[in-house]
């Protein structure tokens, strides 16, 4: 018997069933797959790397957008997927649901995100140590709660990495929301009051979903764009020299974990 209350708001209805009606483990069975695997939002940077490297194509996960390829490659020696999960909490929760029916098991998240302090360089990395829920996804996973946290072992791995690198960062909390055009003056302020740094639409939803399936999972991300000043500023930041670094980064945490 599950504990399941009505409530005023559907968001605020967890139901801690262990199995829902639609379960990926029924439509995805396991296969030989490496457990460490780099979620990378750079599309350029995986299409570079199939290039540039003996990658194969170990799965084509599918959506209404078409395919999303999670491939293999040799690093360092050991065995590493990569792959896109699209771009929003609801659909890359997803796509992280069926790459762990795969049977992959430990993950660092690439990306980039909006800044909060306009002081934070673009390209800066960030690696979250919450986020804040103000998504729809990670309520249907984790029961009501205003934060959710990262695998610990995997902020340490990626705190490892940059430190052995040099490569200065920091930590915060981030805001995870559904709504990029709501990001209205006040919640940012109210934002940078609670101690979050940075702005994206899937830390809470990936942190929720990981913790239900019982699978590592961190994040890092690089400043992009400003939200924090008067205007908003794009900065470029989607053309970031950076981004490719940022992902060898993460593939040397992965394999930390």
Known sequence: MTDFVSRDYPILEFDDAPEGVLEP?????????????????????????????????????????????????????????????????????????????????KFIACGGCGVLDSSIAMGHPLIPLSAIRDEGTSYHYLPPGREVTP???????????????????????TWTTDAIYRETPAKVQQRLAEGCLMVEMEAAAFFAVAQFRGVTFAQVLYGGDDVGGSEWSAREWASHSGREALFWLAAEACLRL
């Open 151 to 173: 695998s610990p072992e995997g902020v340490a791995a990626l705190e490892a990495t940059f430190l052995a690198h040099k490569v200065g960062y920091l930590t915060a909390k």
């Open 25 to 105: 483990s029924r439509l995805i069975k396991p296969r030989d797959v490496p457990e460490r695997v780099v979620i990378c939002f750079f599309n350029e940077v995986i299409t570079q790397l199939s290039q540039q490297h003996e990658m194969r194509v170990v799965k084509h996960l599918r959506s209404e957008m078409g395919t999303h390829p999670v491939y293999e490659m040799e690093f360092e020696g050991q065995r590493l997927a990569i792959f896109h999960p699209g771009v929003g909490a609801p659909l890359a929760s997803a796509m992280l649901e069926e790459v762990i029916a795969l049977g992959c098991r």
